[in-house]
């Protein structure tokens, strides 16, 4: 009797014991998908002609905000990204080089800890695949800040294709968990990324561990190249010329309710010509342009898809939440006293040796209805699309305002895995987190997100902004005189209204100083180095170059 009553006694403790060790962790897996300079009207869910389907899907059955803003290049929208941190904070004020102050070192500082580094230590698998570019010391690599597996290139931009065995350039380098690797030649960067990032999957669905995903594509950065197959799609879908379709997109957007119709869209950029007014055989040249332009997001679009198949053959979809967005809008082409060149050339348009880029007139119309461009404070500049998907929590077909930021995605991230972010870390007093969580706004709790009266503000390169509500002041260097616009009617940003309603300028200002100095901003005059790093600004009246 004894003897069975502790044999009873001791498998009850065990059973309970095992369940106790062992509970289903039930949280949701993430996956963060970041396209490069792409612009805000570039997906068929903005109002894009480009075949988009499976992130059209995505959005059909998410949400979609029609603001949310970047820091308009990027390096510093990296660093906001991955760590929650306006970008002068973690030490990305500037670009990925250090102009030797702690808020312009180049490289992501300790105290801002990256999404990698606390959700790892939440129980979190961490997976990143794609581009880094916040750190080019390999002390400041993925690896070494909290991610288990890294496959991509840690500068800001590469080849899409091996020049090797093409024609004149150095091969593409990569780098993968540490160890220095090159592409295979007859491999495509996007695909490559993609493989990576499903390969790492595959190994992580061994464990009992949700799984965070930031698969940083670097398509539609330049240099334009794709494959050819893709290309062809797209053969004389931009003979209309940019003048059309930038009329195209925006009536699309109108109809799906991307645009607000008390929007006004951006007065016509005086550097880009009207497409009756370029020469025949110059008109094929641009054609081509976009052509590869369309055709690379056409092959992002296909790896999405194949992810998502991926998802659902490890049985993983029903609990994987999936945002996309992308690091600033569409690049402008001009800089300096004459048009930019491409710095190399060794083949045609959208081959492996080939170096073009997509350049103002086609920016024009990415950015649309938007101002401007890549690297500037109007909303051309920091406006992306942004894009939730996860039927659990969130209502599909749903379109509203949002207004979120980039520093807003660590605290989502954070509040849905049920991570704690530390006060310390390692021994390092961390920096508190600016940012609110999207999931009021992603569950249809609110239509924005409640700041508490705080603003968003902006600075890279002298070029400054702030937007409180439905006001936003913005201010190009060198100049330092501050725009007023009212973005609820007005997000084109036609009609200055800063002469008239000073008190506004005034207290908006007065919010910039007070955020310039918490977070370590310097007048770009007194740090701005010899030659400019990581975007172009717009020389007025110039014509489009040729090639």
């Not at 009553?5 to 403790?13: C, E, N, R």
């Not at 820091?71 to 991955?82: E, V």
């Not at 991307?258 to 006004?264: E, G, L």
Request: glycine share 8%; charged share 25%.
């Amino acid at each position: 009797m004894k003897f069975s009553t502790l044999l009873v006694l001791a498998l009850a403790g065990t059973s309970a014991f095992a369940q106790k060790k062992s509970p289903a962790d039930t949280r949701p897996n993430i996956i963060l998908v970041m396209v490069d300079d792409l612009g805000y009207s570039d997906l068929g869910a903005y109002g894009s002609e480009v075949r988009t389907p499976n992130i059209d899907q995505l959005a059909g059955e998410g949400i979609r905000f029609r603001e949310f803003y970047n820091n308009s290049i990027c390096a510093p929208t990296r660093a906001s990204l991955i760590t929650g941190q306006y970008p002068h904070k973690a030490g990305v004020g500037y670009f990925n080089v250090n102009l030797g102050l702690p808020a312009y070192q180049g490289y992501l500082n300790k105290e801002s800890l990256t999404f990698g580094e606390v959700l790892q230590n939440a129980g979190y698998s961490t997976i990143l695949s794609g581009k880094w570019h916040v750190g080019n010391d390999s002390l400041a690599w993925p690896n070494q800040r909290g991610f288990d597996h890294f496959y991509g290139f840690i500068n800001g931009a590469s080849n899409y294709y091996d020049l090797g065995k093409y024609g004149k350039g150095p091969k593409v380098e990569l780098v993968e968990d540490n160890r220095r690797i090159n592409l295979p030649a007859d491999k495509y960067l996007t695909d490559e990324i993609t493989d990576h990032a499903i390969s790492y999957l595959e190994e992580q669905s061994k464990t009992p561990k949700p799984f965070f995903l930031y698969l940083a594509y670097n398509a539609p950065h330049w240099p334009l190249q794709a494959p050819e197959e893709d290309i062809a799609r797209y053969k004389g879908r931009y003979s209309i010329g940019w003048d059309s379709l930038r009329q195209e997109r925006l009536s699309r957007q109108k109809a799906i309710g991307i645009a607000d119709p008390r929007q006004s869209l951006a007065q016509r950029d005086a550097d880009v010509v009207p497409w009756d007014n370029v020469p025949y055989d110059e008109k094929l040249l641009w054609e081509r342009k976009m052509e590869i332009y369309a055709a690379m997001i056409d092959r992002v679009d296909q790896n999405i898809g194949k992810l998502r198949e991926k998802l659902k053959a490890l049985k993983k979809d029903d609990n994987t939440m999936i945002i996309l967005i992308s690091d600033n809008g569409a690049q402008g082409g001009y800089a300096g006293l004459s048009p930019r060149r491409p710095q190399r050339n060794t083949g045609p348009a959208g081959t492996a040796g080939s170096y073009v880029y997509q350049d103002q007139p086609w920016a024009y119309v990415s950015n649309t209805p938007h101002a401007s461009y890549k690297n500037n404070m109007h909303e051309g500049g920091i406006s992306a699309p942004f894009i939730a998907w996860f039927p659990k929590q969130i209502k599909g077909g749903t379109i509203t305002k949002g207004t979120g930021h980039l520093i807003d995605l660590a605290p989502t991230f954070y509040d849905l895995a049920k991570a704690t972010y530390p006060v310390t870390y390692k021994g390092v007093k961390t920096n508190a987190l600016p940012g609110k969580s999207l999931v009021p706004v992603l569950t249809g709790k609110s239509a924005e997100v409640d700041r508490a009266g705080e603003p968003i503000c902006w600075e890279r390169a002298g070029n400054r902004a702030v937007r409180k509500g439905k006001w936003k002041i913005v201010s190009t260097f060198p100049a330092y005189k501050w725009e007023l616009y009212d973005l609820e009617t007005d997000r084109g940003e036609t009609a200055d209204l800063a002469a008239s309603r000073t008190e506004i300028v005034n207290e908006l200002s007065s919010d910039y100083a007070k955020w310039a100095e918490r977070t370590g901003v310097v007048d770009y005059d007194k740090i701005k180095p010899a030659t400019p790093l990581g975007g172009v600004v717009a020389q007025p009246n110039r014509r489009p170059p040729t090639f």
